[in-house]
C-alpha cells in the first residue's frame, strides 16, 4: 500500500491499531476482495425486500438477491461497540470484556481484522459513529482506521473509504469494513426522499427530528422534546410519530444510495470478485413496548433482529443464491469468515465463538442453536422499563431456540421475573405465555442458567467518575 493513513488520529493511533496481532504467512487468499458492510441501526423490516412500504434498499436489495440471505438474524446487543465488538471476535459480551460504553476490546481475543491481516489482506476501516474511536479496540488489524463522528454521512463515508482504496495496489488482497451511521437518530434524510416517502405532510419535524445534524445525547432528540419525552414519554400523535418514522426510513435510503456509489467503484476498479457481507449492529425501537427512536434497554425483536446477507461471486465454487430462516447471530460472522477466508483461527477459543454459517453454501440446512442476548448501560435508569438492577449482572437476558424466546429479568421476584414468547405466532411479543410449567419454559431456563454460569465480566462494575463526567459531556446523561 502506498498511503497508509489514519485520518482522526494520526500515526500513534495507526501503529497501535495494527498491534496485537500474529505473524502472517505466505501466499495470498483464493477470495482476494472482501467487503464488510455495516449500517447503524439497521431493522431487518426495514428493507423493501423485507416487506417495507418503501423504496428503502433497492441497491442491498440487489445484492442479498445474489447470494444467501439470513432472514432471522440477530444482534447479541443493542449498542454499537458492544455488537461490532462480538462481529469482529464471534463471541457474546460476556466473553470478549466490552460490556459499557467506554470499554476496550482486549489485545487477547482473536479479531477478524488481525486474523486478515496475517492471512495476507490489506486491512482498511471507515467507521462513522462518535463512538467508535480507536480507543475502543475494534480498531486493532487495521492498517488504516478512519474513525469519524457521526457528522460523516453516507456519501462522504463512500467518498473517504474510496480515497483509502485507490492507495491498494491493485494485485493486493484487500479487506475493507464500512460502518455507516444514517439511520440513528437524528433524522435529518434528503428533502426530496422525505416528500417521495411521505407526501404532503406538514407538520412538526416534517424536515428533520432532532436538535441538529449529528447530534449525539441529547442533541440527537429535538430541544423541544429532549431525550425522556421522545424515547420513554412519547406522547406525540400517531400521525407524528409516523412521520418521524418515515425519516428513519428516509436515512436509509441515503444509505443505499451511498452504498451502490461504493459498490460500484470498487466492482468497476478491481474487478467483479467481491466477497460481500451485509448486516448492521442492532435494531431500533420506533414505538414498540413503549419505547421510541432508541435501543438498548431492551432485548425485544425490534431492537435486535438485523439484515444479514453474504453473497460471494459467480464462479466461486461456493456461490449460491437462497435465504436461511434459522435462527443466527452476529457472532457467527467470525468463524464463518474464517473458514471462507481460510483464516488461522486459534483452535483453543472455538468453544466460545458462535458458529460457521457456511454450511448453508453447500446446500446443507443449519440445525437450530440457541442464540443469546442482553440489554446495555442504562442511562435514563428511572424510565426504563422493568429492569431493577442497573449493573452488568442485573441486565435483561434473553435467549431464543425453536419458536420460543425467554426473557430474564434478575432483581424481580420469581413469579414475575420471566416471560415467553411464541415468535412464531406472536412476532410483536405481544402475549407473555410464561408459567413455570409451559413445556418450553425449563429447558430454556437451564440453558440460559448455564450460560449465565459463565458471566464475570466486569460484574459489579459501575462508571468511575470520569467515565460519567465523559457520559454527560456527550449528552448521555442529565
Excluded at 442533541?219 to 412521520?243: C, D, F, I, M, Q
Amino acid at each position: 500500500m502506498s498511503g497508509f493513513r489514519s485520518v482522526a488520529f494520526g500515526l500513534a493511533a495507526l501503529v497501535a491499531t495494527a498491534a496485537g496481532c500474529g505473524t502472517p504467512y505466505e501466499g495470498l487468499p483464493t477470495r482476494k476482495r472482501v467487503l464488510l458492510i455495516t449500517v447503524d441501526t439497521l431493522r431487518d423490516d426495514h428493507l423493501s425486500s423485507r416487506g417495507y412500504d418503501r423504496t428503502t434498499t433497492p441497491f442491498v436489495d440487489s445484492l442479498l438477491a445474489g447470494g444467501i440471505t439470513f432472514t432471522n438474524a440477530v444482534t447479541p446487543i443493542a449498542r454499537t461497540t458492544q455488537a461490532l465488538a462480538s462481529l469482529l471476535t464471534g463471541r457474546y459480551p460476556k466473553d470478549h470484556g466490552v460490556r459499557l460504553l467506554f470499554d476496550s476490546l482486549g489485545d487477547g481475543v482473536p479479531h477478524l481484522a488481525c486474523l486478515a491481516r496475517d492471512r495476507g489482506y490489506e486491512t482498511i476501516a471507515v467507521v462513522s459513529n462518535h463512538i467508535l474511536t480507536a480507543e475502543r479496540g475494534l480498531g486493532r488489524g487495521f492498517s488504516v482506521y478512519d474513525h469519524a463522528p457521526d457528522a460523516r454521512n453516507a456519501a462522504a463515508n463512500t467518498r473517504d473509504a474510496l480515497r483509502h482504496v485507490a492507495d491498494v495496489d491493485s494485485d493486493a488482497a484487500l479487506f475493507l469494513w464500512v460502518h455507516y451511521i444514517d439511520p440513528h437518530v437524528p433524522y435529518f434524510p434528503p428533502a426530496d426522499v422525505v416528500d417521495a416517502f411521505d407526501p404532503g405532510y406538514a407538520g412538526p419535524f416534517a424536515d428533520g427530528f432532532g436538535a441538529l445534524p449529528g447530534g449525539i445525547g441529547e442533541s440527537a432528540y429535538p430541544t423541544e422534546l429532549g431525550k425522556v419525552n421522545a424515547v420513554y414519554r412519547n406522547r406525540l400523535p400517531e400521525r407524528v410519530n409516523a412521520h418521524v418514522r418515515r425519516l428513519y426510513a428516509a436515512e436509509i435510503r441515503r444509505t443505499d444510495n451511498a452504498i451502490a456509489e461504493l459498490v460500484e467503484k470498487l466492482r468497476a476498479d478491481l474487478g467483479e470478485d467481491w466477497l460481500i457481507v451485509f448486516t448492521s449492529d442492532h435494531g431500533e425501537e420506533l414505538g414498540e413496548h413503549g419505547l421510541h427512536y432508541d435501543h438498548g434497554d431492551s432485548v425485544s425483536e425490534p431492537a435486535l433482529r438485523v439484515p444479514l446477507g453474504i453473497a460471494l461471486p459467480e464462479g466461486d465454487p461456493l456461490h449460491r443464491v437462497g435465504r436461511v430462516d434459522t435462527r443466527v447471530s452476529l457472532v457467527d460472522l467470525l468463524p464463518t469468515l474464517a473458514e471462507l477466508l481460510d483464516l488461522d483461527l486459534p483452535t483453543e477459543s472455538a468453544h466460545e465463538l458462535g458458529r460457521s454459517l457456511v454450511p448453508a453454501f453447500r446446500g446443507v440446512s443449519l440445525a437450530d442453536r440457541s442464540t443469546f442476548a442482553e440489554t446495555g448501560q442504562s442511562f435514563y435508569p428511572d424510565h426504563v422499563p422493568r429492569r431493577v438492577d442497573f449493573s452488568v449482572s442485573g441486565r435483561l437476558r434473553s435467549i431464543a431456540r425453536g419458536d420460543h424466546k425467554l426473557i430474564f429479568t434478575p432483581g424481580l421476584p420469581a413469579g414475575s421475573a420471566f416471560e415467553l414468547y411464541d415468535l412464531a405466532r406472536d412476532p410483536a411479543e405481544r402475549h407473555d405465555l410464561y408459567r413455570a410449567d409451559h413445556p418450553a419454559a425449563p429447558p430454556l431456563q437451564a440453558e440460559l442458567a448455564d450460560w449465565l454460569g459463565g458471566d464475570t465480566a466486569h460484574a459489579g462494575r459501575r462508571p468511575s467518575d470520569a467515565d460519567r463526567k465523559a457520559l454527560r459531556e456527550l449528552g448521555y446523561v442529565e
